[in-house]
Nanobody
């Protein structure tokens, strides 16, 4: 069973940056496509972005395109979400997820991190 451990959340001002990390324990990270999702209070969980098993092509939600970047280092079994030009509407609990499909749908992922809070203050 794979375990995902997230870190890097926190409080940041508008326009600032944060980098989230997601460590994959229990299996080689290149077994999985890795996705990031987020959930704001009172809202449904939404897709943020995804990176395939070997890296390369990434796909992002329109709301974060051009500001967020996903990368992975399979030698460290870790993948990342670099968030720049943060806005108040980016405030949410951010989750990493591992799955076998390259998919925007959260139902495609069977392994989830515990979530890390990102708060953007204006």
């Amino acid at each position: 069973q794979v375990q995902l451990v997230e870190s890097g959340g926190g409080l940041v001002q508008v326009g600032g940056s944060l980098r989230l990390s997601c460590a994959i324990l229990g299996r080689p990270s290149d077994s999985y496509a890795m996705g990031w999702f987020r959930q704001a209070p009172g809202q449904e969980r939404e897709f943020v972005g995804i990176i395939p098993r070997s890296g390369g092509l990434t796909v992002y939600a329109d709301s974060v395109k051009g500001r967020f970047t996903i990368s992975r280092d399979n030698t460290k079994n870790t993948f990342y979400l670099q968030m720049n030009s943060l806005k108040p509407e980016d405030t949410a609990l951010y989750y990493c997820a591992a799955g076998f499909l390259f998919s925007r749908r959260d139902g495609s992922y069977s392994n989830w991190g515990q979530g890390t809070q990102v708060t953007v203050s204006s």
